[in-house]
């Protein structure tokens, strides 16, 4: 049960280390009209003779009882629970205290977590998508209480459980992975490339694609609609100890396109040829020993976002794709 007297009138004097129960405004007129003190703000004696310039000789502070915590210092102890690698907590603001990534990488949010605090009356754990790619500065989540004061077993239940799935999972519940510097091998496929016919358009987005997450193209070669040939170019890449090969074009079910059976044919282990994401269903996913290769189909090149952009993120963040990762893609993957 709520306490029903929360607010205590005081002399401004006996206030110092006492939390203000209530917003303070200054006016200076023709000049400034805003906040002096927040709600929460820890009274100091530095503070005593601004609030009586403002002509505050009573507050109220905010009298919380043994067993209730403010709402700044919920935020903050659930923040304190969730929060893993590369994050920082910012201050608390209207009771909101956000975990923003220190560096840019992959955002990894435990959905099973989230649901299960969210079902905690009176929580607040708001984030955004598993897997999202995230810069330095972004909020990965922020926490908040809906009461000003809540019981401080509310938060202790929080915080068990955000420990026991800690101990479930073996990782932290939310973090940022950093990107790792890839060096790409791209081979492009079909003989209108080939001979020149028409201008390879696929090189530039990849140089491109890699850039934004720290990765670079180390080289590029071209093969025409023959399977041996592209094979030799992966052979190449791979003595060459290229990180990711990514072989473009030629992914289609017409008799001219050889990158899927020359992927197998190189002596990949296929994850998946196809997934159920659009644009961009025809990629094969595939690895040559612990190499990620990936076929790439010509939505990659004409389209702003396809179902590479969902891989790459996670492939330069060191993650091994699976075929539950492909699998799970067609959730929300209806893009065009």
């Given at each position: 049960m709520?306490?029903?007297?929360?607010?205590?009138e005081?002399r401004v004097?006996?206030?110092i280390g006492?939390?203000l129960?209530?917003?303070?405004t200054?006016?200076?007129?023709?000049?400034?009209k805003?906040?002096a003190?927040?709600?929460?703000?820890?009274i100091?004696?530095?503070d005593?003779p601004?609030?009586?310039?403002?002509?505050k000789e009573h507050?109220?502070?905010l009298d919380v009882?043994d067993?209730?915590?403010?709402e700044?210092?919920?935020?903050?102890?659930?923040?304190?629970?969730?929060?893993?690698?590369?994050l920082q907590?910012?201050?608390?603001?209207?009771?909101k205290i956000s975990?923003?990534?220190?560096i840019n990488?992959?955002?990894k949010?435990?959905a099973?977590?989230?649901?299960?605090v969210n079902a905690?009356?009176h929580v607040?754990f708001?984030t955004?998508l598993?897997?999202a790619?995230?810069?330095l500065?972004?909020?990965?989540?922020?926490?908040?209480v809906?009461?000003?004061?809540v019981?401080?077993?509310?938060?202790a239940e929080?915080?068990r459980k955000?420990?026991?799935?800690k101990q479930k999972?073996g990782?932290h519940?939310?973090?940022?992975?950093p990107?790792?510097?890839l060096k790409?091998?791209v081979?492009?496929?079909?003989?209108?490339?080939f001979n020149?016919?028409?201008?390879d358009k696929?090189?530039p987005?990849l140089?491109d694609?890699l850039?934004?997450f720290?990765?670079?193209?180390?080289?590029q070669?071209f093969?025409p609609?023959?399977t041996?040939?592209i094979v030799?170019h992966?052979?190449?890449f791979?003595?060459?100890r290229?990180d990711?090969?990514?072989?473009?074009?030629?992914?289609?079910?017409d008799?001219?396109?050889r990158t899927p059976?020359a992927?197998k044919?190189?002596?990949?282990d296929i994850?998946s040829?196809?997934n159920p994401?659009?644009?961009g269903?025809m990629?094969?996913?595939?690895?040559?020993?612990?190499?990620?290769?990936l076929?790439?189909?010509?939505?990659?090149?004409?389209?702003k976002?396809t179902?590479?952009d969902v891989?790459?993120?996670?492939i330069?963040?060191?993650?091994?794709?699976?075929?539950?990762?492909i699998?799970?893609?067609g959730?929300?993957?209806?893009?065009?």
């Amino acid at each position: 049960m709520k306490p029903d007297h929360m607010l205590k009138e005081v002399r401004v004097q006996d206030a110092i280390g006492l939390r203000l129960g209530h917003d303070l405004t200054r006016i200076v007129p023709g000049e400034f009209k805003g906040q002096a003190f927040r709600k929460g703000h820890i009274i100091t004696e530095e503070d005593i003779p601004l609030l009586l310039d403002i002509g505050k000789e009573h507050i109220y502070i905010l009298d919380v009882p043994d067993g209730w915590l403010h709402e700044d210092d919920a935020a903050y102890r659930m923040a304190s629970a969730a929060a893993g690698e590369n994050l920082q907590l910012t201050p608390p603001a209207e009771g909101k205290i956000s975990l923003k990534s220190t560096i840019n990488g992959l955002a990894k949010i435990d959905a099973s977590f989230v649901n299960t605090v969210n079902a905690i009356e009176h929580v607040v754990f708001s984030t955004i998508l598993n897997n999202a790619v995230v810069q330095l500065g972004t909020a990965l989540a922020a926490t908040r209480v809906v009461p000003l004061i809540v019981e401080e077993r509310t938060i202790a239940e929080f915080e068990r459980k955000a420990a026991e799935h800690k101990q479930k999972l073996g990782h932290h519940l939310v973090t940022v992975k950093p990107f790792r510097p890839l060096k790409a091998g791209v081979i492009t496929t079909g003989s209108e490339v080939f001979n020149n016919r028409i201008e390879d358009k696929f090189g530039p987005v990849l140089k491109d694609k890699l850039a934004a997450f720290g990765s670079e193209v180390i080289g590029q070669r071209f093969s025409p609609d023959s399977t041996d040939t592209i094979v030799e170019h992966i052979r190449y890449f791979q003595q060459q100890r290229a990180d990711l090969i990514l072989v473009t074009g030629g992914m289609s079910v017409d008799p001219d396109d050889r990158t899927p059976g020359a992927i197998k044919k190189a002596g990949a282990d296929i994850v998946s040829y196809g997934n159920p994401m659009l644009p961009g269903s025809m990629l094969m996913m595939a690895y040559l020993g612990d190499t990620p290769i990936l076929g790439l189909p010509g939505a990659v090149m004409h389209e702003k976002f396809t179902s590479f952009d969902v891989l790459l993120p996670r492939i330069c963040a060191g993650e091994r794709i699976e075929r539950p990762d492909i699998v799970a893609m067609g959730y929300g993957g209806l893009l065009k």
